[in-house]
Each structure stands twice: as C-alpha cells, then as structure tokens.
C-alpha cells in the first residue's frame, strides 16, 4: 500500500497549479473537467514532486466551510513535509521565487529545515540532508 494523493482546499485552481509547479517544480500530472456530487462543474487537479511520490488533489473551496478551511487544514500545524536533495539550492530559488518562509533554515538531527507557506497559507516543512544538502 501507499497513500497516493492528499487534498489541498485551495481558493482557486489556476494559482494553486502555478505556485505548485512553477515555484516548486512540480508537476502537473492532470487537470480534467470533472462534476460534484451535486452535477456541478469541477476540475480534478493533480500535481506531483519531480519524480513520482505521493502527489496532491488540488480542490478548490466550494462553499463556506471549506472557504474557512484554506490554509488551516492541519490547525496551524506543519502538516506537509518537502524533501530535496540539495536543502541550499531549494531553499535560495523558492526563496527567489516569493515563497513566504516564516522560519529560518536550521539545523536539526534530522536534516536541515526551514517552514514556509504554500500560496494557499498551509505550513510546509522544506526538508534536506544535516549537512545542508
């Protein structure tokens, strides 16, 4: 077994494909025209990190209750996680980028880390090796 996809509540599609793989190099796996339970148009947007791995359901907010679920889906918490080969080089182009780090690099027994928020406001982990790699 392996958790293929995890659901992004996003305010719209467009932006969030664009943040996802224009900023941080993912790719977008699909986008197909889809319909809710209800019969309303909806797409399905999938994007993944380079190289496969668990990918995200980007769904956009449809009504009030997911519209206050746009970046607080894990209660402030970090709930991703992004590892990268080379922590330095990931960090300095998203930084570059405009993605909004809210901690600095540090170092941890587990690697380097830094947080930063996806366009939608959610906290990511940027993750690489404990020698800045």
Do not use: C, H
Not at 10 to 26: H, K
Not at 90 to 95: I, L, P
């Amino acid at each position: 077994m392996r958790i293929d996809l995890v659901t992004v509540v996003v305010e719209e599609y467009d932006p969030a494909i664009e943040f996802f793989t224009g900023v941080l190099g993912f790719e977008l796996v699909e986008d197909s025209p889809a319909v809710t339970n209800d019969g309303r148009p909806k797409r399905w947007v999938v994007v993944r990190p380079a190289g496969g791995g668990t990918g995200l359901l980007l769904a956009r907010a449809d009504g009030e209750r997911q519209r206050g679920a746009v970046g607080d889906q894990v209660a402030g918490r970090v709930g991703f996680f992004l590892r990268v080969d080379d922590f330095d080089a990931a960090y300095a182009r998203m930084a570059a980028a405009g993605v909004r780090f809210v901690s600095e690099p540090r170092d941890e027994p587990y690697g380097r880390v830094a947080v930063f928020l996806d366009i939608a406001g959610n906290r990511w982990d940027l993750l690489g090796g404990a020698d800045g790699e």
